[in-house]
């Protein structure tokens, strides 16, 4: 079966930096996204991965091993509002979205 | 209209009614999906439609049924609700959908609640 894994939930310092790992088992690949969202909204896109390596886009940075079925999204300087989920997605051989149950993430002052 | 939206917000319904979800899009994307959230089990896949005209099934289509007679409105309807059937409902849309992987985009979603 196909399977997305991350943290349920993490708790992180306003100003620190958070890891969110995420591993995945697909039948095939054709890309890896990032998505936040915020309670009670709807999930908006932050990152896409489809080779292996680092994307940088601001404070927010996604790393993916395609060997090792691997992602994590990199947060630096936290602020209060990036408190919310963050939804790991792989698109499958199909183009289909295969999705992981999120990793709440709160942050403290 | 800038995006997707969707209507209603929120609905309480009472079991074995009809119910209809509406999604808009003006965007001219080709591809529409529904998903249902529900706590702690992340986004699941009901339908979905790759361009106006054609539908498929996803993960979780039992007791739900789309229609994509144009390119903008993609209505999920619950032919006769139950009450597990109660979850919040997005719609989102992507530019291609067998054709290559690209981001999708959601609308508000439609807090449904099955009585």
């Known amino acids: 079966g196909q399977n997305i894994d991350q943290p349920t939930e993490m708790t992180a310092t306003e100003g620190a930096i958070v890891q969110i790992n995420c591993t995945y088992q697909t039948s095939g690949f054709n890309g890896l996204f990032w998505y936040q969202q915020h309670a009670g909204e709807a999930p908006t896109f932050l990152s896409y991965?489809?080779l292996d390596g680092l994307e940088e886009k601001g404070r927010f940075s996604s790393f993916l091993s395609r060997s090792k079925g691997y992602s994590y999204l990199l947060l630096k300087e936290l602020q209060m509002k990036d408190s919310a989920s963050y939804l790991c997605a792989v698109t499958d051989s199909n183009y289909q979205l295969i999705w992981g149950a999120g990793t709440k993430l709160i942050i403290k002052p | 209209i800038a995006g997707i939206t969707q209507a209603p917000t929120s609905q309480i319904l009472a079991a074995g009614r009809r119910m209809t979800l509406r999604c808009t899009q003006d965007?001219?994307?080709?591809?529409m999906y529904w998903y249902r959230q529900d706590l702690g089990l992340g986004l699941r896949l009901i339908h979905y439609?790759?361009?106006?005209?054609?539908?498929g099934k996803g993960e979780v289509p039992d007791g739900y049924s789309v229609s994509r007679a144009n390119t903008d409105d993609f209505p999920l309807t619950l032919a006769s609700a139950v009450p597990s059937q109660t979850s919040v409902y997005f719609c989102?849309?992507?530019?291609?959908?067998?054709?290559?992987?690209?981001?999708?985009?959601f609308g508000p979603g439609t807090r449904l609640t099955v009585l």
């Open positions: 989102a849309s992507s530019d291609s959908g067998d054709r290559g992987a690209d981001t999708q985009y």
């Open positions: 439609s790759n361009t106006a005209g054609t539908t």
């Open positions: 965007m001219r994307h080709n591809a």
């Open positions: 991965n489809v």
